[in-house]
Nanobody, 123 residues
Framework: QVQLVESGGGLVQAGDSLRLSCVASGLTFSSAAMGWFRQAPGKQRELIARITGSGKNTNYGDSVKGRFTISRDNAENTVYLQMTSLQSEDTAVYYC????????????????WGQGTQVTVSS
């Protein structure tokens, strides 16, 4: 059984930084493309960052490019999302996801979801 457990969310001020972590179990982690999605109230869930199993390739949504960094530690079965220059528009529930394949951006192509962690940015 696959488990993805996120941590690191919270309430921060605009301009602050935050790092999210997602510990995975029950899958061959080093082979799994991973992603971070987020869902703001009243909006669709969107993929904001993804990373290949090896960690060599990454891709970002336009809304976070240059501010957020996805990385992974395959020895620790953990994927991270480093968020800097946070803005009120970044307020959302953030979800870790194991992707069926790296090239997708669709929620339908997610194999497994974490439970989500709330990030709230006050201005």
């Amino acid at each position: 059984q696959v488990q993805l457990v996120e941590s690191g969310g919270g309430l921060v001020q605009a301009g602050d930084s935050l790092r999210l972590s997602c510990v995975a179990s029950g899958l061959t982690f080093s082979s799994a493309a991973m992603g971070w999605f987020r869902q703001a109230p009243g909006k669709q869930r969107e993929l904001i960052a993804r990373i290949t199993g090896s960690g060599k390739n990454t891709n970002y949504g336009d809304s976070v490019k240059g501010r957020f960094t996805i990385s992974r530690d395959n020895a620790e079965n953990t994927v991270y999302l480093q968020m800097t220059s946070l803005q009120s528009e970044d307020t959302a529930v953030y979800y870790c996801a194991a992707l069926r394949f790296y090239s997708t951006r669709r929620s339908e192509d997610v194999r497994d979801w974490g439970q989500g962690t709330q990030v709230t940015v006050s201005s």
